[in-house]
Nanobody
């Protein structure tokens, strides 16, 4: 099974940018559709962005559309999330995830099988 490790989180002021990365090991991510979810304290885990197995299709939550960009490099076995124009409400732990059985872009956490440990993003006002 694939193992996922996120990096790139941190503290940034509102309006700033961060780039999250997810490094995969044990298996190549070319076999998986991938996504990013986030969870703020007291909230349920919510969908942020997804990218299809080949990378030709993407899907974004309305709250991040136009500000965040998901991308994958199957050769490097990495998944990225470029986050621009960050807002305090983007503060959360961000999780990288992989779907073994589905190839598209899904917003339901139930479609995903493997999860990283998460990386904290804090946006100050």
């Amino acid at each position: 099974q694939v193992q996922l490790v996120e990096s790139g989180g941190g503290l940034v002021q509102a309006g700033g940018s961060l780039r999250l990365s997810c490094a995969a090991s044990r298996r190549t991510i070319s076999s998986y559709a991938m996504g990013w979810f986030r969870q703020a304290p007291g909230n349920e885990r919510e969908f942020v962005a997804a990218i299809s197995r080949i990378g030709g299709s993407t899907n974004y939550a309305d709250s991040v559309k136009g500000r965040f960009t998901i991308s994958r490099d199957n050769a490097k076995n990495t998944l990225d999330l470029q986050m621009n124009s960050l807002k305090p409400e983007d503060t959360a732990v961000y999780y990288c995830t992989a779907s073994q059985y589905y190839s598209g872009t899904y917003s339901s956490a139930a479609r995903y099988d493997y999860w990283g440990q998460g990386t904290q993003v804090t946006v100050s006002s």
